[in-house]
């Protein structure tokens, strides 16, 4: 996930500075500040859903772990102490 992230960020850098340039001889210079802002949207998503890919390859491996009874490995710790931004929601008691 790493890879496409930093592609993402130096294309929409190009992108921006070929935009913000005064070289608009052709009209596909007029494109650079909306593909720019896209290209660093996708990069800012990537960003935020880093951690949560992560986890979820974690806990697909573990998935596969389980369905395999012959192989005795110890499951990742993120997975043993449960998805900590889960909350246990409980019923509210009227007062």
């Given at each position: ?17 070929i ?28 960003q ?13 491996r ?7 009874p ?10 043993q102490r ?14």
């Open positions: 996930m790493m890879k496409p992230k930093y592609i993402f960020l130096t294309l929409s850098l190009v992108e921006l500075t935009g913000l340039s005064n070289a608009r001889q052709n009209a596909f210079f007029y494109l650079g500040l909306p593909v720019g802002a896209i290209l660093f949207g996708l990069f800012l998503i990537a935020v859903m880093e951690k949560e890919s992560a986890l979820y390859d974690e806990q697909n573990a998935a596969k772990l389980e369905r395999e012959d192989v005795s490995r110890p499951q990742p710790a993120a997975i449960g998805v900590a931004h889960d909350p246990d929601l409980t019923m509210a008691h009227s007062y």
